[in-house]
């Protein structure tokens, strides 16, 4: 009885730390998704400035 008790609780944390990573990864898509589409912004607002376009800013445009 107490080995099953044990199992189950090793089940539980398991559980538990299957579902934090699977939030995290979540969370840093997010992140990700948020931080490339700030960095477009800021290449066209400064495409739209100046006229010129850095080598990364002429990936995240399209090969302007």
Do not use: H, P, W
């Amino acid at each position: 009885m107490f080995r099953n008790r044990i199992l189950q609780r090793m089940g539980q944390v398991i559980l538990v730390v299957a579902l934090l990573l699977a939030f995290a990864s979540l969370c840093v898509g997010a992140a990700v998704r948020n931080q490339d589409a700030n960095d477009r912004v800021s290449c066209e607002a400064s495409y739209q400035n100046t006229g010129q376009v850095t080598d990364k800013c002429a990936e995240l445009l399209g090969g302007r």
